[in-house]
């Protein structure tokens, strides 16, 4: 169970070619399923006036069809290649055709970023994205709903936080505690 820390995003999508880098902000960013959601995903499940990527139903794992809001980085990357497009796969080889796997293209990133052997995968793209959106302060209903997983225990399973985001909550309640205890009784600023 892995995810990206902010700093090794930003190696692996300086050595990814343009195609990987746009699969793992997509990954990111709206924690698709990469070989199941991903790489099957039509033009046609793209609304860019309603601001949404949807997934079908006979992709989902779940086998439900949700929808997904798209942030900017996200919608950046979508409407770049829409632009350059001349398949109805978002992911699509020079014959029209979708991939199959990015799983070796992944890889051999993860080797030049110097990742290599960290237990990276394309599914930590996924972990990633609800780590980020727990970290970030969504509550877990959101993050259930916009991954499409079957219960909140799942989602559980694929947040995890950093340590530093763990550090800035611990230290929160120290500040609270100091600002609490240590005010001035005449001006109510706090004392030190």
């Not at 290599?116 to 302060?137: D, E, I, K, N, P």
């Not at 694929?158 to 909550?169: N, Q, R």
């Not at 309640?173 to 005449?186: R, Y």
Request: proline share 3%; net charge positive.
């Amino acid at each position: 169970l892995r995810y990206l820390e902010y700093a090794e995003e930003v190696k692996l999508l300086e050595v990814s070619p343009e195609l990987l880098r746009d699969v793992i902000v997509l990954g990111v960013n709206t924690g698709i399923r990469i070989r199941a959601e991903g790489l099957s995903l039509r033009w046609s499940d793209v609304d860019f006036s309603r601001n949404i990527l949807s997934v079908q139903a006979a992709y989902s794992k779940n086998g439900q069809t949700r929808n997904i809001p798209l942030n900017s980085r996200a919608r950046d990357v979508l409407s770049r290649r829409k632009a350059q497009s001349r398949s109805a796969f978002v992911f699509s080889q020079a014959n029209g055709r979708p991939y199959q796997s990015l799983d070796k293209p992944f890889t051999k990133a993860c080797q030049d970023a110097g990742l290599a052997g960290t237990g990276l995968s394309l599914h930590s793209l996924r972990h990633t994205f609800a780590s980020r959106l727990v970290m970030s302060g969504a509550d877990l209903r959101t993050i259930q709903e916009c991954g499409g997983w079957a219960d909140l225990s799942l989602v559980q399973r694929y947040s995890h936080l950093s340590a530093s985001h763990k550090t800035s909550a611990l230290e929160r309640i120290a500040g609270e505690f100091h600002n609490g205890v240590h005010k001035s009784p005449v001006s109510g600023e706090v004392v030190n």
